[in-house]
C-alpha cells in the first residue's frame, strides 16, 4: 500500500509546527507527531555503503568489503532480484546494464517464446495491468476490500442466529467494520484539515511574497525585512519561527507549502480512493478475482504509471556503482527482474502469489518485496507461494513496514509464518529500518519492529537513490531497508552461490554490527528501549562481516 510504502519524513515534521502556529488546539487530534531535526541531521549521500567501524555511520559496510575483502576476487555468479513493486523505470540511467532480460523471449514480436505463459516478457511482468495495455495505478486498502465483501452478509444479521460455523468470520466483520468507519472517519478529518491548513499557508505566504517582492522566501529575507505592517510582521514571525524549527538557512517556504500539498494529496487519495467503498478498479485486469488458480493475465508494462517507489528500490539494491553518477546500489553482480504487483493501495493477495511464482520460475535468485497490509485474506495462497520459493531456493527479502508498532504473525503481512501450523519460512528475513547516528534515534521513528518477527536492522532513513526519469532523492521507510539487505545478499550470493537461503539469512542475522545495548527511542513511542528488543539480531546488516562470516563458514 502507498502510505504503507512512503514514510512522509517532512511531513511529519511540518504539519504539526505549522498546526501549533494556527490552531494550537487541533494537532493532538489528528496524531501527528512533531519531529525536529538536528543541527547535524545530514547524512553522506551515499552513507549506506559505509561503515561503522571505519567510518562512524552506520552504514552496512559494503565499500569495506569490495575494497578489502573482494578485491582481486571475482564472482562466480550473476544474482537476479526480482523486485516485486510499483514499476522500475527500466530506462534510467544509473540502472543500465542492471535490469534482468529474459533471454528466451523475443521482444516486441507479441508471441510467447518460452511458452511460460507470458507473452513478450522480456524484463519482467505486470499483475496489476490488462491484456489492452491499460494498468491500474491506484487500488483501495484491503480493510475496505473486506469491508465491501462482509458487509451485505453479517451487517444486518441478528447476532443471536449466526450459525456456529460463521461465528469466526462474524467476529471477524465487527473487527473490519469498526476498523474500517474508525480509519475512514480519520482520513477525512485529516483531509479537512490540511486543506485548511493549506489555505491559510498559502495566505501566509502571499503576505511574505507580496512584502519582499520575491516569488519564494528563506530565513535571510526575513532578517532583511523591514515593515510596520502587524499582518506582515505577524506573518513573518510565524514563518520565521517555522523555519528555525524545520530546517534554517537551507529552508524555502515554497517547500514547505510543497511538502503541505503532498500531504493534502495523500489524505485525499485516502478518502476518494484508499477507504471509499464504491472504488474498484479490478476490471481493468479483466482476470477472475476470486480464482487464486488462475496465472495468465496482466500485460508485459513494467513500468507502470507510477515507478518512482519501485525505482528507488531498484537503485538501492543495484544501480551501477562503477559510472560515476548518480548514487552506487549495494550489489555489483546483481540483475534486476521487475515485477509489478502494488499499485497506490494495498496489493491484492493473488498478485502476490503470482508474482512470487513467476520470479521463482523464471529464475530469481532473491525477491524483494517492499509492502505490506494489516489484512490478508487469500494468505494462505501466498503461503502456498512462500513454500514454493523455499523448496526452489529462493530467498524472500520484506520489509516490516512504517506503523511505529510491534508486529507479529496477525497484523502485519505477507509473513514468514506459513500453513494452518504457523511454520517459520526459514528462507524469510524481515527488515525494520534504522538511521545513519548511533544515539537514540538508531531505530527509525516510524519502524515496526519485534523480537520475534523482525530479523534484523538496515538502513532505511533519509535514502538517496534513483527516482523515473534520471531522477534522485531520499526517501525513508522500511521500503528502503528491505532492498539494502537483498543488495548484501546478492553480493554474498554472487561469491557464494552454493549457499541455501537458510545459510544467508542465519549469516546475515549472526554478522550483524550488533547494538543491542543502544539504548535507543522505542518507534512510535518516546521511551527509551534497547535496541536489541526490537529484533531477533539485535543489530543492523553489515556486508563486510557477512563476508568474514561466510568466508569462514565455507573453509
Same mark, same amino acid.
Given at each position: 500500500?502507498?502510505n504503507?510504502k512512503y514514510?512522509m519524513?517532512?511531513?511529519?515534521?511540518?504539519i504539526?509546527f505549522?498546526a501549533?502556529l494556527l490552531?494550537?488546539s487541533?494537532?493532538v487530534?489528528y496524531g501527528f507527531?512533531?519531529?525536529?531535526?538536528?543541527?547535524d541531521?545530514?547524512p553522506p549521500?551515499d552513507?549506506?555503503?559505509?561503515?561503522?567501524q571505519?567510518n562512524?555511520?552506520?552504514?552496512?559496510g559494503s565499500d569495506?568489503a569490495y575494497?578489502?575483502?573482494?578485491?582481486?576476487k571475482?564472482?562466480?555468479?550473476?544474482i537476479?532480484?526480482?523486485?516485486?513493486d510499483s514499476?522500475?523505470?527500466?530506462?534510467h540511467?544509473?540502472?543500465?546494464g542492471?535490469?534482468?532480460?529474459?533471454?528466451?523471449?523475443i521482444?516486441g514480436?507479441?508471441i510467447?517464446?518460452d511458452?511460460?505463459?507470458?507473452?513478450?516478457?522480456?524484463?519482467?511482468?505486470n499483475?496489476?495491468?490488462?491484456?489492452?495495455?491499460?494498468n491500474? *495505478?491506484t487500488d483501495s486498502?484491503?480493510?475496505t476490500?473486506e469491508?465491501?465483501?462482509?458487509?451485505?452478509i453479517y451487517?444486518?444479521?441478528?447476532?443471536?442466529?449466526?450459525k456456529?460455523?460463521q461465528q469466526k468470520?462474524y467476529?471477524?466483520?465487527?473487527?473490519?467494520?469498526k476498523?474500517f468507519e474508525s480509519k475512514k472517519?480519520e482520513?477525512?478529518?485529516?483531509?479537512q484539515?490540511?486543506?485548511s491548513?493549506?489555505?491559510?499557508?498559502g495566505?501566509?505566504?502571499?503576505v511574505?511574497k507580496?512584502a519582499?517582492?520575491k516569488d519564494d522566501?528563506i530565513l535571510?529575507?526575513?532578517?532583511?525585512?523591514?515593515?510596520e505592517?502587524p499582518?506582515i510582521?505577524q506573518?513573518a514571525?510565524?514563518?520565521e519561527?517555522?523555519f528555525?524549527?524545520l530546517g534554517?538557512?537551507?529552508?524555502?517556504?515554497n517547500?514547505i507549502l510543497?511538502?503541505l500539498?503532498?500531504?493534502?494529496?495523500?489524505?485525499?487519495s @485516502?478518502?476518494d480512493?484508499?477507504?471509499?467503498?464504491?472504488?474498484d478498479p479490478?476490471?481493468?485486469?479483466?482476470?477472475?478475482?476470486?480464482?487464486?488458480?488462475?496465472?495468465?493475465?496482466?500485460n508485459n508494462d513494467?513500468i507502470?504509471?507510477?515507478?518512482l517507489h519501485?525505482?528507488h528500490v531498484a537503485?538501492?539494491?543495484?544501480?551501477?556503482?562503477n559510472n560515476s553518477?548518480?548514487?552506487?546500489g549495494?550489489?555489483e553482480?546483481a540483475?534486476?527482474m521487475?515485477?509489478r504487483?502494488?499499485p497506490?493501495?494495498d496489493?491484492?493477495?493473488?498478485?502476490?502469489a503470482?508474482a512470487i511464482?513467476?520470479?521463482v *520460475?523464471?529464475?530469481?535468485?532473491i525477491i524483494?518485496?517492499?509492502?505490506?497490509?494489516?489484512?490478508s485474506p487469500?494468505?494462505k495462497?501466498v503461503?502456498?507461494?512462500v513454500?514454493?520459493a523455499?523448496?526452489?531456493?529462493?530467498l524472500?527479502i520484506h520489509a516490516?513496514?512504517?506503523?511505529?508498532?510491534?508486529?507479529?504473525?496477525?497484523n502485519?503481512?505477507p509473513?514468514k509464518?506459513?500453513?494452518k501450523?504457523?511454520?517459520?519460512?526459514n528462507?524469510?528475513?524481515?527488515v525494520?529500518?534504522?538511521?545513519w547516528k548511533?544515539d537514540?534515534?538508531l531505530a527509525?521513528?516510524?519502524?515496526?519492529?519485534?523480537?520475534a518477527?523482525?530479523d534484523?536492522?538496515?538502513?532505511?532513513?533519509d535514502?538517496y537513490?534513483t527516482l523515473?526519469g534520471?531522477?534522485?532523492?531520499e526517501?525513508?521507510g522500511?521500503?528502503?531497508?528491505?532492498p539494502?539487505v537483498s543488495?548484501?545478499a546478492a553480493m554474498?550470493m554472487?561469491?557464494y552461490?552454493?549457499?541455501?537461503?537458510?545459510?544467508?539469512?542465519?549469516?546475515l542475522?549472526?554478522?550483524?554490527?550488533d547494538?543491542?545495548?543502544?539504548?535507543?527511542?522505542k518507534p512510535?513511542?518516546q521511551?527509551?528501549?534497547?535496541?536489541?528488543?526490537?529484533s531477533i539480531?539485535?543489530g543492523?546488516v553489515?556486508a563486510?562481516?557477512?563476508f @568474514?562470516?561466510a568466508?569462514?563458514?565455507?573453509n
Open positions: 500500500m502507498i504503507y514514510y519524513r517532512n511531513l511529519t515534521k511540518i504539526p505549522c501549533l490552531w494550537s487541533v494537532p487530534a507527531q512533531a519531529v525536529l531535526p538536528e543541527v541531521s545530514v549521500k552513507w549506506i555503503n559505509l561503515d561503522p571505519d562512524g555511520i552506520m552504514g552496512v569495506k575494497e578489502s575483502l573482494l578485491k582481486g571475482s564472482p562466480k555468479k550473476t537476479v532480484v526480482a523486485v516485486i514499476g522500475i523505470d527500466i530506462e540511467e544509473d540502472l543500465q542492471k535490469i534482468w532480460t529474459n533471454p528466451k523471449e521482444a514480436n507479441g510467447d517464446d511458452r511460460n505463459g507470458y507473452v513478450d516478457d522480456v524484463h519482467g511482468w499483475f496489476i495491468g490488462g491484456a489492452d495495455g491499460s491500474i *495505478d486498502y484491503e480493510l476490500r469491508y465491501v465483501r462482509l458487509k451485505p451487517e444486518e444479521v441478528d447476532p443471536e442466529k449466526i456456529k460455523r468470520e467476529a471477524h466483520w465487527l473487527d473490519i467494520q476498523d472517519e482520513a477525512q478529518m485529516n483531509y484539515f490540511t486543506s491548513l493549506q489555505e491559510n499557508m495566505q501566509v505566504a502571499d511574505l507580496q519582499i517582492g522566501v535571510n529575507d526575513l532578517r532583511e525585512l523591514k515593515s505592517d499582518a510582521l506573518a514571525a510565524m514563518v519561527q517555522l528555525a524549527n534554517g538557512e537551507g529552508t524555502s517556504l517547500e510543497d511538502q500539498s503532498k500531504a493534502v494529496e495523500h489524505y485525499r @485516502q478518502v480512493f484508499a477507504f471509499n467503498p464504491e472504488f479490478r476490471d481493468i485486469v479483466g482476470d477472475d478475482e476470486d480464482n487464486y488458480k488462475e496465472r495468465k493475465y496482466g513494467v507502470g504509471p507510477d515507478a519501485g525505482t537503485g538501492i539494491i543495484a544501480a551501477n556503482r553518477i548518480g548514487m552506487r549495494i550489489a553482480h540483475l534486476i521487475v515485477v504487483a502494488v497506490n493501495g496489493e491484492r493477495d493473488k498478485d502476490v503470482n511464482y513467476y520470479a *520460475d523464471n529464475g530469481a535468485d524483494n518485496m517492499s509492502f505490506g497490509k494489516s489484512y487469500g494468505k495462497y503461503d502456498k507461494a513454500r514454493y523455499q523448496r526452489k531456493g529462493v524472500l516490516a513496514g512504517n506503523s511505529g508498532e510491534l508486529v507479529n504473525s496477525s502485519n503481512f509473513n509464518w506459513i500453513g501450523k504457523a511454520k517459520i519460512a528462507n524469510w528475513v524481515e525494520g529500518a534504522s538511521a548511533e537514540e534515534g527509525g521513528s516510524f519502524s515496526n519492529y519485534s523480537e518477527a523482525v534484523l536492522f538496515a538502513p532505511g532513513v535514502i537513490s523515473p534520471d531522477e534522485y532523492d526517501n525513508s522500511t521500503s528502503m531497508a528491505a539494502v543488495g548484501v554474498l554472487a561469491y552461490p552454493d549457499l541455501k537461503p537458510s545459510e544467508i539469512r542465519e549469516i542475522r549472526q554478522s550483524v554490527y547494538l543491542s545495548d543502544q539504548m535507543v527511542t512510535g513511542e521511551d527509551q528501549v534497547p535496541f536489541g528488543s526490537l539480531s539485535g543492523v553489515n563486510y562481516k557477512a @568474514q562470516l568466508e569462514s563458514a565455507s
